[in-house]
Each structure stands twice: as C-alpha cells, then as structure tokens.
C-alpha cells in the first residue's frame, strides 16, 4: 500500500538556526498536507500542496511539492521556541483515506 | 462554525475492560470521520473512517470496532481491552475526499 516516509525522525535546533523535514513516497501523491502537532497536543492543519513543484510560505514556513509529486519539503527559517512540536505530511489515498507520513519532531533550543 | 468535542479526555482502564470513546462533530452536515490511535512518540494510525452514516471502513483487524449511529457521532469501542490499546486516541473530520482534516483534542487511554 501507499507509504509516505518522513526525514529526519528528530531535528534538534539552536532558536534562529533553519530547518527542514522532508516527506517521501514511491508513489505520485494526489495532493501533500502538512499539520503541526504541540507536544500534548491535537494536529493542526497548516497548507496543502496539490499542483507539481508548488510552493508556498506562511510567513517563516516555506512549503514545496516536487515537480514529480512524490516528494515534498517544509522549510522554517529563522526558528523560534513556539515552532516546537511533530510535522507530519499527509497525503489522500483514494478517495476518503488519508496516508499520514511518520512525522519529524522539532525542538528548538534556547 | 465547526467545532468537535471528544470525551473523556483523559482514561485509566483494566485490561479486559470495555472502552467507548465518543467523537460529536457540530456546525457541518454529513461529513467524512476518522479514528486514529497514536502511540507515545509516534504517528498516526488510521483505524476507522465512515463516510456515511452506518458506514465503517476498518484499516487496522483488532479488538476495536466503531459506530456510526448519527450524522455527527462516531463511537470507538472494545469489548476487551489489551495493554496494547493504550494510546491517544484522535477522532477527525473533513468535508470532501482530499480536504482539510480537522481533529479533536483526544483522548489519552491508559490500559494497566
């Protein structure tokens, strides 16, 4: 069945330094979601990504779907103690079923 | 606007014990609803989804089953639990095959 792998599992980072998690699969998505998970926490959704190699920014946060649609990046510049928490992508598989990739937890040090 | 409830929000239960976990949606009509458990530290795994009322599409063969028995209710339930049951559990909604999924705040279950 559909598989969307996250890298890296962990991201420890210093406040101000960048990062990026990046979602993978070997088959070509539909679409990319991506949520944010706080610790103790429900996801909440940020964007998604449905046309090949679109990108987009909600101020810090740039969101990227590669032009093959198997691949997608979330990038933060400039990171700040309130970007702590798990990205996961997502992705629908079928028409109702949602594929969650296996998420990448940030923490930002102070 | 939307909002969805679960209850309770916090379970401590005995192994062999039944469960019923409750997920209400308000403010939109015939939407798509999902379980999920979440182990400590993990991701999501989708468990349930019901496109309809009475309709459940099960991903996961194990000691867990769900109902549809309104619109905006989807129950969780176990006849038995197992200490492999513990978890947070997230119910979810959307509106349409690839739209915004929207979760509730979940309830962390503890088997012992």
């Known amino acids: 069945g559909q598989q969307v792998m996250q890298i890296p599992q962990y991201q420890h980072v210093q406040e101000g330094e960048d990062f990026t998690t990046y979602c993978n699969s070997s088959?070509?998505?539909?679409?990319i979601q991506w949520y944010k998970q706080r610790p103790g926490g429900h996801p909440v959704f940020l964007i998604q990504?449905?046309?090949?190699?679109e990108v987009k920014k909600q101020k810090r946060l740039t969101f990227q779907f590669g032009e093959a649609k198997k691949n997608s990046s979330l990038h933060i510049t400039a990171t700040q103690t309130t970007d702590v928490g798990t990205y996961f992508c997502?992705?629908?598989?079928?028409?109702?079923?949602?594929?969650f990739g296996t998420g990448t937890r940030l923490k930002v040090l102070a | 606007s939307q909002t969805i409830h679960q209850w309770p929000a916090t379970l401590v239960q005995p192994v062999g014990s039944p469960l019923s976990l409750e997920c209400t949606v308000e403010?939109?009509?015939?939407?798509?609803l999902y379980w999920y458990r979440q182990a400590a530290g993990r991701g999501l795994q989708l468990l349930f989804y019901?496109?309809?009322?009475?309709?459940i599409s099960s991903e996961v063969p194990q000691n867990l089953s769900a109902s549809r028995p309104q619109d905006r209710q989807f129950i969780l339930s176990s006849k038995k639990l197992l200490l492999s049951d513990s978890g947070f559990y997230l119910c979810?909604?959307?509106?349409?095959?690839?739209?915004?999924?929207?979760f509730g705040p979940g309830t962390r279950l503890l088997v012992l």
């Open positions: 403010g939109t009509s015939n939407p798509n």
């Open positions: 088959t070509t998505l539909s679409n």
């Open positions: 990504l449905v046309k090949s190699g």
């Open positions: 979810a909604w959307s509106v349409g095959g690839r739209e915004t999924q929207y």
């Open positions: 997502a992705s629908t598989s079928g028409t109702y079923k949602y594929i």
């Open positions: 019901s496109v309809g009322i009475g309709q």
